[in-house]
């Protein structure tokens, strides 16, 4: 009868439990440009400085952007891709806070109007932890 017991209580309490909450990774943004002007150092640091404000809308979580980094090697690699004039790299609680970012309207005005202008072309790359 014990037995019996416990077993009903066991099955009524599982039927209360929660499911267990899905984990939320981080998604990381990382985006290569090339500039319509590579040349211009002013260019490269406009679309730096224009670019950072993006890093304090909601749910990001680290924003940096800058340019290739002179990195002495000891050895050449073809791997190594020093072509490109800017870097973002950038970290979102998870994938729907990226998801709301991308439909920011801040976002869209200053990717469509202020940033894409510059670029000739850009390469991006999002994974998750």
């Not at 077993?7 to 943004?29: F, K, N």
């Not at 791997?79 to 950038?90: K, M, N, R």
Request: with cysteine.
């Amino acid at each position: 009868m014990v037995r019996w017991a416990a077993l009903m209580l066991a099955v009524i309490l599982s039927g209360c439990a929660t499911p267990p909450v899905e984990p939320q990774h981080r998604l990381h943004h990382l985006v290569i440009v090339w500039l319509k002007q590579p040349e211009d150092a002013n260019l490269r640091q406009r679309y730096i400085d224009e670019s950072k404000s993006l890093g304090r809308l909601p749910g990001v979580m680290a924003y940096d952007v800058g340019s290739p980094a002179p990195v002495k090697r000891r050895h050449t690699s073809s791997a190594l891709d020093e072509s490109y004039d800017v870097a973002i790299a950038s970290v979102f609680e998870n994938q729907a806070a990226f998801e709301a970012f991308l439909k920011n309207p801040t976002y869209g005005r200053m990717a469509q109007e202020v940033l894409r202008p510059m670029v000739r072309r850009y390469q991006v790359y999002d994974f998750v932890e």
